[in-house]
């Protein structure tokens, strides 16, 4: 239950604490005093979005904290180990909106709205002035049968296998469609395959093929400049090696004088044995010298060739090569497209046959709890005062050729959500066939529909906390009392907070507050002021009179108040 709920900036508010009880809090107040005010910060509390209008003027920040006691919850468990929050037995949800964005804290510790969202989900159920008009749009009556625990399991159960199949049907289309795509360009592969291996490739081929032509078209003047070196051992003239000789003598004959010439002897003796190993080279190199003016064209065509395939595939050699044998991969996996397809296939039609079986489950399931929710809210209407209402749960699958599977020869489409499209059908008159509840029910039928849905859903799922925002749309005087009767009987389940202008609905609370909005000064604020007994009285008969509170007013305000009392 919410123990507390703590207001501050927020709109009109400049700050409120309000302690709720157990059982049913009545709200009430003028119109425009300031009830939705609270309810939105509240909603704000419990992740939904928040604008930076609510921050009170001239402050820079909005704050909304609900203290609410824990309750046996796996799920909420898990969520706060998931996020390291520490577990109490109460939970401090508490929302900042400022200027430059929103903050959240679940027990000091901040969260994403996210987070603080699913923990409010799981906490409090909060019902809108205009969520009963969801009641109207047939898309949301699946998520209605849906919300029983019974067909969560088999709701996973379904999704994990539509998943799959999913999956699989999604890798099949690409497969089919990488086919296509290689079938239009295998001629093309394979004429690129036969002239790329013709041409045979190497990576290196064209750095060997450079050096060997600069050998070839310097054959020459490597030939004149090895010549020059092996003549200089030759030479009468100037003879390299006789003076390198003649030095090394007269350097041994001084270093046996004067030993600091042995340095340079030494020197001399290195030089001598280079220059002689240079002399020696250049005369071996000279023999291999390769004149070879038809190798020389031979080359300069082949680079030809290399520059015209680097040209028309706009690729270097080293790439080329790599292109090669992708291309020769992708005409493998082309020539075992049939096998991958035939193998493809077969497992989604395996998973196909695994969706269905999951799928009639499901749409079974949906159809027996869709057949006790009508029978408990036939049940819960007779008391809100419809007492020969005919709901029905229609469930039909979703019909569609191009649908997945099959199911008693009809093909099926599937979605996240399962295979069916559920509708609800309601008379409120006896000997009329029920219709849809678009068409049939009013505003004050809609509610009350929504009101016993609710019902049943808090005694099935054990919510906490509900919230209704004047769900006593469209109804009055006897109704109205017969409303209030069976949300009063709803809080032993959980508990209430309700807003309401019915004094018939406020005479029921078990906690009575009045929400009023007073001026100080040049500024307008909203309270909120719990009412003991006879402030209860009098709000009540304020609610059956008006501004002008009559004793006959408060008499019969009393009376009505004692009369709901004594049917507890």
Known sequence: MIKSLFIKNFALIDELEVQFGEGLNILTGQTGAGKSIIIGALNMILGERADTDVIRHGTDKAIAEATIKMFESDEITG????????EQEYLILRREIRQTGSR????????????????????????????????????????????????????????????????????????????????????????????????????EEEEEMEAEMNLLDNAEILDQ????????ADSDEANIIQLLNHLKLNLEDLTRIEPEFESYLTEINQ??????????????????????????????????????LQKKYQRDIPSLVQYLSEIKQELSVADNFDLEIEKLTKQVQHQAQKLTTTAKSLHNKRLAVGKDLSEKIEKELSKLGIPNSKLEVSIEYLLNPKGWI???????????LGCDFVRLFISTNKGEAPKPLAKIASGGEISRVMLALKSILAKEQSLPVMVFDEIDTGISGEISEKVGRAMRELSAYCQILAITHQPQIASQAHHHYKVQKLEHGERTTTEIVALDQEQHIREVAGLMSGAEITSTAIESARELIHRQSNLN
């Open 79 to 86: 969520l706060l180990q998931e996020n390291e929050i520490e």
């Open 104 to 203: 959240a804290f679940i027990n000091d510790t901040p969260v994403n709205i996210g987070i603080l969202k699913s923990v409010g989900d799981l906490l409090v159920d909060l019902h809108g002035q205009h969520d009963h008009q969801l009641l109207l749009k047939e898309e949301n009556h699946r998520a209605m049968i849906d919300s029983f625990e019974e067909i969560q399991p088999l709701l996973k159960s379904y999704q994990t296998e539509y998943e799959l199949l999913k999956t699989l049907r999604i890798e099949l289309n690409h497969l089919r469609k990488r086919e296509n795509e290689l079938q239009e360009k295998t001629e093309l592969y394979r004429f690129q395959v036969q002239e790329l291996e013709n041409a045979q490739l190497s990576a």
């Open 225 to 232: 400049k090895a010549a020059a070196i092996s003549e200089m």
């Open 271 to 308: 030089a001598r044995v280079s220059i002689q190993e240079a002399i020696h080279f250049a005369e071996r190199y000279r023999n291999n010298i390769e004149f070879n003016p038809k190798r020389i064209e031979e080359l300069r065509q082949r680079q030809s060739e290399l520059n015209r």
């Open 406 to 416: 099959s199911i008693d020869d009809q093909t099926i489409e599937c979605t996240e």
